[in-house]
């Protein structure tokens, strides 16, 4: 442990007040690199959601291609009802005095209904290409799924800098803060320490209240 001479002559062990210090430069380094590995970990997701924005791009393009090529034309048969019209005759018996009976056929229109194979144009899915738009669409909704979690993974990480940010400053102020006081106050210390220790208090009261 190192000793500083006070002002008597003698030599005094520097005990907490070194320890806390160097227990604060420890913290500030690990904010430090909590920060640096955050951030690096944040440029990897922002370049993961470009590449994902990108895949999924190319995916929207294709499945509006898909789409366009899915509906096909199909001629198709089927058996419909059709109104046929046809002349009904029957023979009647018309009567004459005195003689025989006279016939005659009459005729009127009328309409059946028969049952013929028609032919139409009706539009279809082509299965190919359904069976890949189902595939785009699947790998489209992977992506997306995939792109709100590398979101979420950016924005908890950027937040972890922001914490260590925030706390960094008031942590170091408030220890070394601690470690100046205890020096003043003490007046045990040499006169080095003491000048060291009102430099420190005015060197964080001025970052403070400027």
């Not at 009802?81 to 023979?91: E, L, N, R, S, W």
Request: net charge positive; hydrophobic share 45%; charged share 25%.
């Amino acid at each position: 442990m190192t000793k500083v001479s006070d002002r008597s002559g003698g030599s005094r062990q520097l005990g907490w007040p070194k320890w806390l210090f160097l227990g604060t430069v420890f913290l500030l380094v690990a904010f430090f690199l909590l920060s640096i590995v955050s951030l690096t970990y944040v440029a990897r997701a922002q370049r993961e959601q470009v590449e994902l924005e990108d895949k999924r791009a190319a995916y929207e393009a294709k499945v509006k291609v898909l789409s366009s090529q899915l509906l096909i034309e199909k001629v198709v048969s089927e058996t419909v009802a059709t109104p046929v019209q046809y002349q009904k005759c029957q023979d009647i018996r018309i009567p004459v005095p005195f003689g025989k009976n006279l016939k005659h056929k009459v005729c009127q229109p009328a309409v059946r209904m028969e049952q013929r194979e028609v032919s139409k144009t009706v539009e279809v899915a082509d299965p190919e290409v359904q069976v890949k738009l189902d595939e785009a669409d699947q790998e489209l909704e992977r992506l997306l799924k995939a792109t709100k979690r590398t979101i979420l993974k950016m924005e908890d990480l950027e937040r972890v800098v922001q914490i260590a940010r925030q706390f960094m400053a008031p942590v170091l102020s408030l220890v070394v803060a601690a470690v100046a006081l205890a020096i003043i106050l003490s007046r045990k210390y040499s006169a080095e320490s003491e000048k060291w220790a009102y430099g420190t208090m005015g060197t964080i009261l001025g970052f403070w209240f400027s």
